[in-house]
């Protein structure tokens, strides 16, 4: 596409998004490489490789779309797949597509700048590479740049340490071990049980507790099989098409259409459901009647005493500060029964804060405990995170640090003013949802733009700056309307000093696709497309 390039696309992310980006833009006959810290494909799926990670939305929902022939071939074993599994998966994929020539693995992007003169991006790597790219697609994710929080004395402890988001890639022995977990996030609450099976002592330090329910995982029958291979096509469309990229059925009536006794079996028929069809395929008016949302909380609060037989322990573990909805809710596999097991404690930072780390443990305003090991499920610098600390510099050397000084601005959640050629599919004002889907949306729609571009005979693609302050605008109005509260990290809450802003697009997928429909039949005027002189 230009002489003075060493690649037409420069991908940095191996993760679902990445790897897509990749083999689309390679598909439309751009030379692409593509950039990886880690040392193999999977980015989230790679990092993330803490015992009893898996996904809460269902494998099959969760995959590509975009080769029928890889569909059929991937016989996903559960309804929802542990790590180990996906990260086959995604091996698989590059593997079946010969990617792997195009992926440089252990390069960690240290700075990218835009070279005006040349519509160009200098990107330099943690191997001391340099490479030169026309459009810089940054598929490096929302939950990518683990989040440890500031407690003094975290490097004085003599034990193992590790992060959820970065767990090491040899096998972390907990048996006969006194473990502590800290968090209790979708995270926590996956490695939680699983530690409770092996160590000698686990104390869970709980700052707040989630709304819990079940992720009613199985594996996928020969029947289920026969059924996703029969039928590719409506499946595609509809996760093509559905609102959060899910299969779930939207329920037909509100809480208040049941009496009592319909409700309580609504709510029982939602409680074995799988994963987020609690969301997606509860009450309609779950999330806008107060009222609806309290009878289900209620229901969730119910089941949790049950489960747990302590009753002080129950109560602790049951949320008071939020509603079902407000923050994202995690799905799982014998979380609140650990609690009953002999070698489980709970500790409620809000009632006892932790004070310090110690050399042997964790003080907290209750007093100290001995520890082998810590885990810290403490989260993610959520949606900008990543792209802030690249070393992005834009038109006159803008820092995207400084041009997001007060949190993001985009177009679509793929591009924003001053950083002409530079994309970043599946980051901030991406939305809420399953994941691929929205974000292979926008892969295909930078590919779309991309081929449009090179057919016109363009190398500089810039987003017209009346279409950013509209996108934005629309995601400020949006924000009262849609489920989560401050309290959610997808307003940064989570990161000290970060700036409070939704990080999410809350017009949802259906505002992203009707907005690509528009930019399409308008001929892309939403950008500004131009030529570089002497390119
Ligand atoms: O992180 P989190 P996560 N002292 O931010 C606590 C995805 N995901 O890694 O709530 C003590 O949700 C914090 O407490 P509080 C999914 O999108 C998906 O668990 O701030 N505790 C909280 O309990 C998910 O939402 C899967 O009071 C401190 C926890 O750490 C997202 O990743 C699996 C603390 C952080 O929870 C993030 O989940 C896993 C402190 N100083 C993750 N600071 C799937 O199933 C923080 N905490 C697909």
């Known amino acids: 596409m230009g002489s003075n390039v060493d690649v037409d696309v420069l991908v940095v992310g191996a993760g679902i998004t990445g790897i897509h980006q990749l083999y689309r833009a390679r598909e ?4 692409v490489q593509l950039l990886e810290a880690g040392d193999g494909p999977g980015g989230t799926w790679f990092w993330n490789r803490y015992p009893g990670a898996r996904f809460d939305s269902e494998s099959y929902s969760y995959a590509y779309l975009f080769s029928k022939e890889l569909w059929e071939e991937w016989e996903w074993q559960e309804h929802f797949a542990g790590q180990p599994e996906i990260e086959r998966y995604l091996n698989h994929v590059v593997d079946k597509f010969d990617l792997r020539r195009d992926m440089r693995f252990g390069a960690r992007v240290t700075s990218a700048s ?63 071990k006194r473990v502590a977990v800290v968090g209790t996030g979708s995270s926590g609450v996956q490695i939680i049980p699983v530690i409770a099976q092996e160590a000698a002592a686990l104390t869970v330090y709980q700052r707040t507790p989630n709304w819990c329910t079940p992720l009613n995982n199985a594996p996928i029958t020969d029947d289920q099989q026969a059924w996703l291979r029969a039928d590719f096509a409506a499946i595609k469309e509809t996760l093509d098409t559905s609102p959060a990229g899910f ?7 509100k809480a208040a259409e049941d009496d009592e006794r319909q409700r309580h079996q609504f709510f029982e028929k939602m409680w074995a459901s799988p994963g987020f069809s609690k969301l997606t395929s509860n ?113 006159d050397g803008l820092a995207l640090a400084d041009h997001w000084a007060d949190g993001p601005t985009t177009f679509l959640g793929v591009q924003t003013e001053g950083f002409p050629n530079f994309f970043f599919p ?8 399953n994941n691929p889907r929205y974000n292979g949306d926008q892969v295909d729609f930078i590919t779309d733009l991309l081929v449009h571009a090179r057919d016109h005979g363009y190398d500089l693609i810039e987003v017209d700056p009346a279409a950013e302050q509209a996108w934005v ?12 509260t401050e309290k959610s990290y997808y307003f940064g809450t989570n990161v000290p000093g970060k700036p409070r802003r939704f990080l999410l697009n809350s017009g949802g997928r259906p505002k992203l696709h009707k907005e690509i429909a528009k930019i399409k039949s308008n001929d892309y005027k939403a950008f500004r497309l131009s030529t570089v002189q002497g390119s």
């Open 426 to 433: 599946g980051g901030p004002h991406a939305a809420a949802g």
């Open 247 to 253: 299969l779930h059925q939207m329920h037909d009536r």
């Open 28 to 31: 439309a006959g751009f030379s």
């Open 114 to 176: 835009y070279d005006e003169a040349t519509a160009t991006w200098k990107v330099r790597t943690s191997d001391s590479k340099a490479i030169t790219a026309r459009f810089l697609v940054a598929a490096t994710g929302i939950l990518s740049v683990p989040f440890f929080p500031d407690v003094p004395g975290r490097d004085d402890f003599r034990g193992e340490q590790h992060h959820t988001g970065l767990w090491p890639s040899t096998p972390v022995d907990f048996a006969d």
């Open 283 to 395: 009450y309609t008016d779950l999330f806008f009647d107060a009222d609806t949302n309290a009878q289900w909380c209620e229901f969730v609060a119910d089941k949790v005493r049950s489960l747990v037989h302590e009753t002080a322990v129950a109560d602790k573990l049951i949320p008071k500060d939020h509603r079902f909805g407000e923050k994202r809710p995690p799905f799982v596999t014998g979380y609140y029964e650990s609690f009953n097991q002999p070698n489980v404690s709970l500790v409620d930072l809000s009632e006892t804060p932790i004070v310090r780390v110690t050399e042997a443990g964790i003080e907290t305003t209750a007093g100290s405990r001995e520890f082998d090991l810590i885990v810290w499920a403490t989260g993610f610098d959520f949606g900008t995170g990543a792209l802030l600390r690249m070393g992005i510099q834009g038109r």
């Open 473 to 484: 605008a629309m995601i400020e109005r949006n924000v009262a309307r849609q489920s989560f």
